[in-house]
């Protein structure tokens, strides 16, 4: 059973930190890209960070240089570290895990975990 579990989302005021994890299970963690998006209320999801399975990371511009995502592929989890957060930070954040194999596409999206950067 494919499960992603995310957890560390909070109330946090502006700049300050958050750190997400992402728990995988079910699947093999290491062959699989592993984004975080962010939906806030009224917009559409957005990328926030990737990460494929070898390591290259990639960012939205927002959020270049105030967030990091790094992964441990031995825990089967993936990271979003974030920084400075501002209110347009405020969202619920998702984890997904994606791999393409001969033009396949296998997608597991987690529940996500709040975000809210208030004072």
């Known amino acids: 059973q494919v499960q992603l579990v995310e957890s560390g989302g909070a109330l946090v005021q502006p700049g300050g930190s958050l750190r997400l994890s992402c728990a995988a299970s079910?699947?093999?963690?290491?062959?699989?890209?592993m984004p975080w998006y962010r939906q806030a209320p009224g917009k559409e999801r957005e990328l926030v960070a990737g990460i494929t399975n070898i390591g290259r990371t990639n960012y939205a511009d927002s959020v270049k240089g105030r967030f990091t995502i790094f992964r441990d592929n031995a825990k089967n989890t993936v990271y979003l570290q974030m920084n400075s957060l501002k209110p347009e930070d405020t969202a619920v954040y998702y984890c997904?895990?994606?791999?393409?194999?001969?033009?396949?596409?296998?997608?597991?999206w987690g529940q996500g975990t709040q975000v809210t950067v208030s004072s």
């Open positions: 079910g699947f093999t963690f290491s062959y699989y890209d």
């Open positions: 997904r895990a994606r791999r393409i194999v001969l033009k396949a596409e296998t997608d597991y």
